[in-house]
């Protein structure tokens, strides 16, 4: 289903990322995958990309995204187990061009974890948790480095927060730095450190159909954040002009997502 929805917005190239893997399972899994996509009458030119070696979930996205940065000044980026909405990818483009000289912004995130269902509004927040589905520029992402000085540097300059949740979320990427378990929290904190804000739609836009027994992350079937509620057929053409203020309800939102996960087997 994600290949028919990437086709009917025709992006000028796509791209996928498959690492490599030691485990006979996964590598059974991903030759099916790729045959899937030999099989799939793409409507523009696809290009696999591969690392030589494992990278594991860890780096897999670094390595994907310095690849294909090397071509592209910015990219829309789907997770394998993710859905979009038909407005997701015109979403992207609006806030891609909209916010493109503005080095406020780091990226666009299309799931607001069901925070709203408004259309044809947005907002902004300091934590853009989860990545689902999102957006960004070869010049924001560039800047990330593989170690956490940039955090270490943050917390030693701006020790507390003025508002209470940013401050719980400090702790909680405290905790993270020693474990180093994956892209998307050192992205955040990436974000975070450099005072670099995250777009989300008024309405929801992506949903996750991972929360299976076999995800790495969210195997928690019975999760609320599962199959999430999104606006689905429609043509419409939107603005984007109202600009929502709820990054609050957003954050608690990504707070019992962080509490959920950390139920996980």
């Given amino acids: 289903m994600i290949f028919e929805l990437v086709n009917d917005y025709n992006p000028p190239k796509v791209y ?3 690492d490599q893997s030691k485990d006979v399972k996964t590598q059974q899994i991903q030759a099916r995958i ?3 996509i030999a099989f799939f009458q793409f409507s523009t ?3 696999i ?3 030589k070696s494992p ?3 860890k780096q897999i996205f670094d390595f994907g995204l310095n690849r294909i940065f090397q071509e592209e000044e910015e990219l829309i980026i789907l997770e394998d187990d993710t859905i979009p909405s038909p407005l ?3 979403y992207c483009d609006t806030m891609l061009k909209r916010f ?7 990226c666009i995130n299309g799931c607001n974890l069901e925070t709203s269902m408004q259309k044809d509004a947005y907002f902004l927040s300091a934590i853009g948790l989860p990545f689902w589905g999102w957006a960004t520029w070869k010049n924001r992402w560039q800047k990330i480095t593989r170690d956490y000085a940039f955090w270490e540097t943050f917390r030693i300059n701006e020790p507390v927060y003025k508002n209470e949740f940013l401050e719980e979320f400090s702790a909680i990427f405290d905790l993270f730095v020693k474990k180093d378990k994956s892209w998307d929290i050192r992205w955040t904190m990436f974000l975070l450190a450099n005072k670099m804000k995250t777009v989300l739609p008024g309405a929801n836009l992506v949903t996750n159909v991972g929360f299976t027994h076999e995800a790495t992350f969210t195997n928690i079937p019975n999760s609320s954040f599962s199959n999430l509620n999104m606006i689905q057929d429609t043509k419409e053409s939107l603005n984007y002009e109202l600009e929502l203020r709820m990054e609050e309800a957003y954050l608690s939102k990504i707070k019992l997502l962080i509490n959920d996960v950390a139920r996980r087997k």
């Fill in 16 to 18: 996928i990322v498959i």
């Fill in 88 to 90: 997701f990818f015109d």
């Fill in 45 to 47: 030119s696809v290009d």
């Fill in 49 to 51: 990309i591969r690392p």
């Fill in 34 to 36: 790729e045959k899937l």
């Fill in 55 to 57: 990278q594991g979930i």
């Fill in 100 to 106: 493109a000289l503005d080095d406020s912004i780091g």
